[in-house]
């Protein structure tokens, strides 16, 4: 694990995640070289999770409500980030392969992509005319065509990991555990199945929405 550790808050949150990366390793070193790593959508849940039980701890412990404040922001403003965000490309990523298919200008590209903006923010942002361009400057579009689900689905899975521990507490670690163990030997669906986690059902996803509601609130309470 390398690290460029000079003991701030950032470099903190970031071992976490390293070190989940590193756990999830060692807990399926038993597969083959190719069945080690985790498929795409379950490659970032451990590190995710881990800095998720660490905002937990540092909630829990401090008593600064600046401090508080600014833990809970950045929590809600990577969520967007890493799930509606995401998510709102994936969706236009799917539109612009049709578009190209049907012989479309960049222009009309461009006025899809503000389209898509406009839904996604509705009347709570104004979005300046310029940004109809944004998706020109996204990497992911080009280099690894549909990828950008995976950042949304494993963002709100481990938040609705997050809400199972919180209410099963000791007997939710064994299921962790096999599916941090199982690492990519099974399809993602199968390796969350066995580790007793359906998320076939909406039901579990919704525990990842109750998280965020749940952090907009506190979030709320403490900035009136």
Same mark, same amino acid.
């Given at each position: 694990? *390398?690290?460029?550790? #000079?003991?701030?808050?950032?470099? +903190?949150?970031?071992?976490?995640?390293?070190?989940?990366?590193?756990?999830?390793?060692?807990?399926? /070193?038993?597969? @083959? %070289?190719?069945?080690?790593?985790?498929?795409? &959508? *379950?490659? /970032?849940?451990?590190?995710?999770?881990?800095?998720?039980?660490?905002?937990?701890? %540092?909630?829990? #412990?401090? @008593?600064?409500?600046?401090?508080?404040?600014? %833990?809970?922001?950045?929590?809600?403003?990577?969520?967007?980030?890493?799930?509606?965000?995401?998510?709102?490309?994936?969706?236009?990523?799917?539109?612009?392969?049709?578009?190209?298919?049907?012989?479309?200008?960049?222009?009309?590209?461009?006025?899809?992509?503000?389209?898509?903006?406009?839904? #996604?923010? =509705?009347?709570?942002? /104004?979005?300046?005319?310029?940004?109809?361009?944004?998706? +020109?400057?996204?990497?992911?579009?080009?280099?690894? &065509?549909?990828?950008?689900?995976?950042?949304?689905?494993? #963002? %709100?899975? +481990?938040?609705?990991?997050?809400?199972?521990?919180?209410?099963?507490?000791?007997?939710?670690?064994? $299921?962790?555990? $096999?599916?941090?163990?199982? !690492? !990519?030997?099974?399809?993602?669906?199968?390796?969350?199945?066995?580790?007793?986690?359906?998320?076939?059902?909406?039901?579990?996803?919704? =525990? =990842?929405?109750?998280?965020?509601?749940?952090?907009?609130?506190?979030?709320? $309470?403490? @900035? $009136?």
């Amino acid at each position: 694990m *390398l690290l460029n550790y #000079q003991g701030n808050s950032d470099d +903190v949150s970031t071992m976490a995640h390293e070190l989940g990366h590193a756990i999830h390793s060692m807990l399926a /070193e038993q597969h @083959t %070289l190719f069945t080690q790593h985790a498929c795409l &959508p *379950l490659a /970032e849940t451990a590190s995710t999770f881990g800095e998720m039980m660490l905002v937990d701890k %540092l909630l829990s #412990q401090e @008593t600064d409500e600046g401090v508080k404040r600014d %833990l809970l922001f950045r929590q809600v403003d990577d969520a967007y980030a890493t799930i509606q965000r995401q998510a709102f490309f994936a969706l236009f990523e799917k539109e612009a392969h049709q578009m190209v298919i049907d012989g479309a200008s960049v222009d009309e590209m461009a006025e899809a992509y503000m389209k898509n903006l406009k839904d #996604q923010f =509705g009347d709570a942002v /104004e979005v300046p005319d310029e940004f109809k361009w944004e998706w +020109v400057s996204i990497p992911h579009i080009y280099h690894t &065509p549909f990828y950008v689900y995976a950042y949304a689905f494993g #963002q %709100l899975l +481990v938040f609705a990991l997050y809400k199972q521990f919180k209410a099963e507490g000791e007997s939710f670690k064994p $299921k962790y555990i $096999k599916l941090l163990s199982a !690492g !990519g030997s099974e399809a993602p669906v199968k390796v969350l199945l066995d580790a007793g986690v359906d998320v076939r059902q909406a039901s579990f996803w919704q =525990g =990842g929405f109750d998280v965020i509601s749940g952090l907009v609130d506190q979030l709320e $309470k403490i @900035t $009136k």
